[in-house]
């Protein structure tokens, strides 16, 4: 199982367990994708099979014209205890992030 992360800047959390790790993938990518940075799936998966219950960012938007944007990042966790796993640390991927 796999559990699909969203992180916000302002400190919010989503989160959705999928049984695979493509459709959490499926998740962490934009329909517009303009202001995104986004890993391939074969990298997110090679992370994955390494095993650890670390989650993998994904995706992130960057470089965003509004003022006061809030920054969104995506994860990947392997669920390595099921529905026990702890959810890991997070760190916001944008370096103007004040949290």
Not at 66 to 88: D, K, R, S
Request: with cysteine; proline share 8%; hydrophobic share 30%.
């Amino acid at each position: 199982m796999f559990r699909y992360i969203c992180k916000k800047s302002d400190g919010s959390l989503l989160s959705y367990v999928f049984n695979s790790d493509h459709e959490a993938y499926k998740h962490c990518v934009p329909e517009d994708s303009t202001h995104w940075h986004i890993k391939l799936f074969p990298i997110v998966q090679q992370q994955l099979n390494m095993g650890e219950s670390h989650a993998v960012l994904v995706s992130y938007d960057e470089d965003h014209p509004v003022v006061n944007h809030i920054y969104t990042a995506h994860y990947i966790q392997l669920l390595t205890e099921g529905y026990t796993t702890p959810f890991p640390d997070l760190p916001m991927p944008h370096p103007n992030n004040k949290n």
